[in-house]
């Protein structure tokens, strides 16, 4: 069981919007920055957010990144069929002294 | 391009040993914190350890402190990962990463996948 808590799955239509949420504690999402990433069957990862809302040159807009308190969220709009991954919220724990990861959610584009 | 190349990957009996490495080219290798994330088959993704740029700082997940560790050779544009004690829980496939500051990473390898077993 993940430290950071993410929805195993999520699903919408071609076109929609999806949000995915990442949350933990005061000791990594609530004093850390958050970051973010996609990865496509049999592929490695890839970052689409760092500190919480900064896009890697070549990420699109339609991805967005923002953190409240000790809870972090993924958007997603114009959704894709390309868009089906997993996707990861990760961040430091101060306390742990180790990065963590959630423990992913299959995002589903009906 | 920025290439991160594993080797070291294999079948081991448990309670055995097995040494990663991680060649890295196209960048300024020792301006950067490395790390290894792993994923079991089937499973999310699982960080590892991480070192700093001159290697003076590491850090691991408590499930491998003592058993596993990691370090650089900034000549050799290298990363390893020493793996001692080794479990069947270990079983995954390593990637080597590169950071983009101590967190967040930039860059993965194609990953090396560990099998423990007997």
């Known amino acids: 069981q993940s430290v950071l808590t993410q929805p195993p799955s999520v699903s919408a239509a071609p076109g929609q919007k999806v949000t995915i949420s990442c949350s933990g504690s005061s000791s990594n999402i609530g004093n850390n920055f958050v970051s973010w990433y996609q990865q496509l069957p049999g592929t490695a990862p890839k970052v689409l957010i760092y500190e919480n809302n900064k896009r890697p040159s070549g990420i699109p807009e339609r991805i967005s990144g923002s953190k409240s308190g000790t809870s972090a969220t993924l958007g997603i709009t114009g959704l894709q069929t390309g868009d089906e991954a997993d996707y990861y919220c990760g961040a430091w724990d101060s306390s742990l002294r180790a990065v963590l990861f959630g423990g992913g959610t299959k995002l589903t584009v009906l | 391009e920025v290439q991160l190349v594993e080797s070291g990957g294999g079948l081991v009996q448990p309670g055995g040993s097995l040494r990663l490495s991680c060649a890295v080219s196209g960048l300024t290798f020792s301006r950067f914190w490395m790390s290894w994330v792993r994923q079991a088959p089937g499973k999310g993704l699982e960080w590892v350890a991480n070192i700093k740029e001159d290697g003076s700082e590491k850090y691991y997940v408590d499930s491998v402190k003592g058993r596993f560790t990691i370090s650089r050779d900034n000549a050799k544009e290298s990363v390893y990962l020493q793996m001692n004690s080794l479990r069947v829980d270990d079983t995954a496939v390593y990637y080597c990463?590169?950071?983009?500051?101590?967190?967040?990473?930039?860059?993965w390898g194609q990953g090396a996948l560990v099998i423990v077993s007997s």
């Open positions: 990463a590169k950071g983009a500051g101590m967190v967040v990473i930039d860059y």
